[in-house]
């Protein structure tokens, strides 16, 4: 059902829809940018109709536009009016004290890696805007990481449906059934250690919020 509607989307709006997606996905607004991602070179791998290396490019260049407009929009905004209006797009407390927590321990590196985590790519660009990073440094990572986590994701996406779709017989089968489990177990720990990592890296922020030094060092 969900390939039913994926098939008739694409075929509306072809290699747009996962520039725009993506693009607003980067900007701050909470869309499922990666499933689409997957699912259209998924969809590449088994009807043919588009072309993967399309599908990476729009990709890349549609994460890479909307984490630049998000930074502006970061930068424009700052905290105080992120703090504000940022529940609305799910920019909650707790994620912007994490965000300035990692980008005073990590800086570009969160831009980067912040592309494979869930919680992060939504909010990486904004919370970069807002925290100043110097705008050479951010377009670095960012290009960077919309290569890595786009070309990266829909290529091995696609790889995996052309075996898929090579397989036949009671073999082919069995194969695909060990793959599907692999899969599911590895995404699940990811997601399990996604969660820990986030949540012990909130209550470090947290508790340096906290901290006397780091209060002084605000009111000064």
């Known amino acids: 059902m969900l390939f039913h509607h994926l098939d008739q989307l694409l075929q509306h709006y072809g290699y747009g829809l996962v520039g725009v997606v993506l693009m607003f996905e980067s900007m701050g607004l ?42 502006l929009i970061g930068r424009s905004l700052g905290f105080r009016l992120l703090a504000r209006y940022g529940k609305r797009v799910g920019l909650t407390d707790d994620r912007l004290t994490l965000g300035r927590y990692l980008f005073r321990r990590h800086g570009g590196k969160v831009v980067f890696f912040g592309r494979f985590i869930a919680v992060l790519r939504t909010f990486a660009a904004l919370l970069a805007g807002a925290n100043h ?23 091995a996406a696609y790889w995996l449906g052309k075996r898929a779709a090579a397989l036949a017989g009671t073999t082919g089968i069995v194969i695909g059934v060990i793959a599907a489990i692999v899969v599911a177990c590895a995404f699940v720990f990811l997601k399990r250690n996604e969660r820990r990592l986030t949540e012990e890296a909130l209550r470090a922020a947290r508790a340096e919020e906290k901290s006397p030094r780091r209060s002084r060092r605000s009111d000064t």
């Open 30 to 71: 909470p869309l499922p940018g990666e499933s689409l991602l997957i699912g259209t070179a998924l969809y590449c791998a088994t009807t043919h109709r588009l072309e993967i290396g399309w599908v990476v490019a729009v990709a890349v260049l549609g994460a890479a536009m909307g984490d630049n407009f998000g930074y």
């Open 133 to 155: 990073m110097p705008w050479g440094s951010f377009l670095f990572y960012n290009a960077a990481g919309a290569i890595g986590w786009a070309g990266g994701y829909a290529l």
